[in-house]
């Protein structure tokens, strides 16, 4: 366990944030290369980034508020609640909302469908590369087992046991998310459609992954986690259902 990565003096670099600046150039990166491909403009791009950053970190930091401690213990322990990472449900949901209110602000001649869908390709970039610094803090640690799957590793108070390398889980996951999205991304059946395929993917990996890290169960076997991932499942499943069947319509209907 390494949550101090290097120290420059006084000054403690650590790991959690270390790899998530690292995830955000490298998605920022992957964005620009995709942006410059349906001709999104690079100035609102920069302007983009440079506005909801800020506003993921927080909203992740809400989220994590609300899933791990209690609201007025985590406000006085801000130091201990950045440390212990971030929750990504919250920070995809601020990023992609404003993505969604930023292209009905700001027209630049790209869909509403297509820069969300070249979100979706980002999150799983950044949130993959971050997942490296949540192994070497320790957190989002997996339960302890005996099964072949278990690997020697701390959980965030650094207790060392066989558990499900649930951090090396979610990074790989992550990263093949992307891969198999920017596989897809010239050939979508709508503009939209990859945001869509992204959330239910993302939050299905999340239901399964989220089952063998220790958590606290709030609903039989469920944690809030697993809830929370659920509730997105069903929303991105029904909404991509409902726009799929809408454009079978549409191409039958204009086919002569």
């Given amino acids: 366990m390494r949550p101090i990565l290097f120290s420059l003096g006084e000054l403690q670099i650590r790991s959690s944030m ?14 620009r290369k995709e942006i410059l491909r349906i001709g999104f403009p690079m100035r609102m791009f920069h302007f983009f980034w440079i506005s909801v950053i800020p506003l993921g970190i927080l909203f992740g930091m809400i989220n ?22 971030l929750v990504s449900f919250g920070a995809i949901a601020a990023i992609l909302v404003w993505g969604y209110l930023f292209s009905r602000i700001f027209k630049s001649g790209v869909s509403t469908g ?16 971050y997942r490296i610094g949540c192994l070497l803090t320790g957190c989002c640690y997996g339960l302890e087992t005996n099964g072949f799957l278990g690997v020697y590793l701390p959980n965030v108070t650094g207790k060392w046991a066989y558990r499900y390398p649930t951090q090396i889980m979610l990074m790989v996951f992550n ?80 086919t002569p």
């Fill in 18 to 31: 270390t790899f998530l600046i690292l995830g955000i150039i490298t998605g920022i990166l992957v964005g």
């Fill in 64 to 85: 994590s508020l609300i899933f791990n401690m209690g609201f007025l213990d985590a406000i006085k322990n801000l130091g201990r609640t950045f440390s212990s990472g």
């Fill in 114 to 129: 297509q820069i969300l869908d070249t979100i979706a390709l980002v999150l799983p970039v950044i949130i993959g590369i």
């Fill in 175 to 254: 990263l093949g998310l992307f891969f198999w999205l920017w596989m897809r991304r010239k050939n979508t059946l709508f503009d939209g459609s990859l945001v869509l395929q992204y959330l239910f993917i993302y939050s299905a990996g999340r239901l399964v992954i989220d089952s063998v890290r220790d958590l606290p169960r709030i609903l039989g076997p469920f944690s809030l986690h697993q809830l929370t991932a659920m509730a997105m499942l069903l929303v991105s499943g029904y909404i991509f259902a409902e726009l799929w069947l809408e454009y079978r319509v549409n191409k039958n209907s204009s």
